[in-house]
């Protein structure tokens, strides 16, 4: 069964770092770009992807995060990481990912940025 497991969130001070992970299952993994969407509180989620990484490794961000996120992913892991570094307030959202292309979505990990 095709499943997306998030972990990494949590609540850290504007100019921090979190990594957050995704672990897939094998299935999807292997044949799927893999991306992060975010909703904000009271907001619906972005229709931008955060961040996608292609099974090439090719890479695309949302111009807001640019230069301070880093999407990857571990092939032999079947996990897509978040390197998220100089956080700001507005970063404040839960993260989901996904399997693009797919209806595939994770639970979601809170990202809380507050002093």
């Known amino acids: 069964q095709a499943q997306l497991v998030e972990s990494g969130g949590g609540l850290v001070q504007p100019g921090g770092s979190l990594r957050l992970s995704c672990a897939a299952s094998?299935?999807?993994?292997?044949?799927?770009?893999m991306g992060w969407y975010r909703q904000a509180p009271g907001k619906r989620r972005e229709s931008d992807a955060v961040a996608v990484i292609t099974t090439l490794g090719e890479t695309k961000y949302l111009d807001s995060v640019k230069g301070r996120f880093t999407i990857s992913r571990d092939n032999a892991k079947n996990i897509a990481y978040l390197q998220m570094n100089n956080l700001k307030p507005e970063d404040t959202a839960v993260y989901y990912c996904t399997a693009i292309g797919t209806c595939i979505w994770g639970q979601g990990t809170q990202v809380t940025v507050s002093s």
């Open positions: 094998a299935n999807i993994f292997s044949v799927n770009a």
